[in-house]
Every structure is written in structure tokens, then in C-alpha cells.
T-cell receptor, first 112, second 115 residues
Framework: SQQGEEDPQALSIQEGENATMNCSYK?????LQWYRQNSGRGLVHLIL?????REKHSGRLRVTLDTSKKSSSLLITASRAADTASYFC????????????FGKGTKLTVNP | EAGVAQSPRYKIIEKRQSVAFWCNPI?????LYWYQQILGQGPKLLIQ????????DSQLPKDRFSAERLKGVDSTLKIQPAKLEDSAVYLC?????????????FGPGTRLTVT
């Protein structure tokens, strides 16, 4: 079963705008990761945030984690057409088996 | 550094036929994963190997799916016999070890269509 659920399912913005995607999950986690998938490069790891962290940055990416609300957000600033892809959150469950559970993803389209 | 290699990239078979996928992980990576990704969904773990031993195969439909990782390097995933609902992209990933804080590197996947 899927643990994480991304919101929105699809997002369309103009180049230069910011894109925000959210992920909610059901049970306590050790870590939460974000992945990007596009047709050209497959699935690529973007960033990992641990359960004791609240915010993390990597280039134009900003991830937040609110364990009390069981949610995370991914912000892409100054988006580019090359950011067009599907974005997935993946969690590993506290006390659970050692595997990542992916959500259904948010499909982001950045229009030039 | 070479990435994770998979073949074939595409496969079309009829239901009840068998099919096999091959994966070559990044050199030195001890952990290998096979995921199934159905259209519109996120990847779902089928099986995880640590070297040549199985760590987790709880979501592998063992009546039709099998996988092996001989010598702890390459891996093959087989489906026999295939069903229509097996149509999906099969992704192989590898990681330095089974600690989930280590990044998983994914291959390009094999798109399977069962008709």
C-alpha cells in the first residue's frame, strides 16, 4: 500500500515561477526523500530529510518536514522548463521493514 | 561512473508467456532493488537483495515472479506466466548498502506490455 500521498496530482506553471508540492504520510518515519522522474533520465534522487530535521536546502530546492502533521513540502524556486517531471516522495517507516514506500507523485509541467 | 544498466528497454508479450529482465548495478553496490511501477503510480518494491541474499520479497508475487542475484552482482527478474496486470515499468536500483539514508540509483527501466 502507498504510504505517502502527493498533492496536487498535477501542477502547471510558467518558467520562473515557484512550484510547491506536498506529501502527506500515515505512520511515523525515519527519513523522507524526494525523487524526480522524467522520460529522459529516469528516477533521480533529489534530497533526503531526516525525521529530526525541519528544513533542508539543495540549490533551488527547499524541503520542509512537519512530523506532527506527517507532511512534507518540496519547493522549487525559479522553475525552468527542464524541471518538467513527476516528483515523488518516499518514506521509510519507523520500526518497519527496510524499504522505501513511494507516493503516487505530482506531475509538474513548466511552460517556457 | 557508469549507472545502473537494464535490458531490454521495452518488451511486448502475450499473456501466459514468460519474460526476463536483466540488471547490472553500479560497481561495488551491495544492495539491489527491483521495483514495479504501474502507470500513474509510484514505484513499488518487489524484492531487495543484499549481496546475493534476499532481504525483502514480501511484495513479490511468488507464484509467478522470481528473481536471483548470482555472485552478488547482476540480477534477473522473471515473470512466468505473465498476466495483463503485469504491464508496468520494471525498475532496478542499487545502493552502497541497505541503510536507506544511502541514495538509491535507478536504471532506465524496462517497459513491459502484456497483451
Amino acid at each position: 500500500s502507498q504510504q505517502g500521498e502527493e498533492d496536487p496530482q498535477a501542477l502547471s506553471i510558467q518558467e520562473g515561477e515557484n512550484a510547491t508540492m506536498n506529501c502527506s504520510y500515515k505512520t511515523s518515519i525515519n527519513n523522507l526523500q524526494w525523487y524526480r522522474q522524467n522520460s529522459g533520465r529516469g528516477l533521480v534522487h533529489l534530497i533526503l530529510i531526516r525525521s529530526n530535521e525541519r528544513e533542508k536546502h539543495s540549490g533551488r530546492l527547499r524541503v520542509t518536514l512537519d512530523t506532527s502533521k506527517k507532511s512534507s513540502s518540496l519547493l522549487i524556486t525559479a522553475s525552468r522548463a527542464a524541471d518538467t517531471a513527476s516528483y515523488f516522495c518516499a518514506t521509510d517507516l519507523q520500526g518497519g521493514s527496510e524499504k522505501l514506500v513511494f507516493g503516487k507523485g505530482t506531475k509538474l509541467t513548466v511552460n517556457p | 561512473e557508469a549507472g545502473v544498466a537494464q535490458s531490454p528497454r521495452y518488451k511486448i508479450i502475450e499473456k501466459r508467456q514468460s519474460v526476463a529482465f536483466w540488471c547490472n548495478p553500479i560497481s561495488g553496490h551491495a544492495t539491489l532493488y527491483w521495483y514495479q511501477q504501474i502507470l500513474g503510480q509510484g514505484p513499488k518494491l518487489l524484492i531487495q537483495f543484499q549481496n546475493n541474499g534476499v532481504v525483502d520479497d514480501s511484495q513479490l508475487p511468488k507464484d509467478r515472479f522470481s528473481a536471483e542475484r548470482l555472485k552478488g552482482v547482476d540480477s534477473t527478474l522473471k515473470i512466468q506466466p505473465a498476466k495483463l496486470e503485469d504491464s508496468a515499468v520494471y525498475l532496478c536500483a542499487s545502493s552502497q548498502n541497505r541503510d536507506l539514508t544511502y541514495e538509491q540509483y535507478f536504471g532506465p527501466g524496462t517497459r513491459l506490455t502484456v497483451t
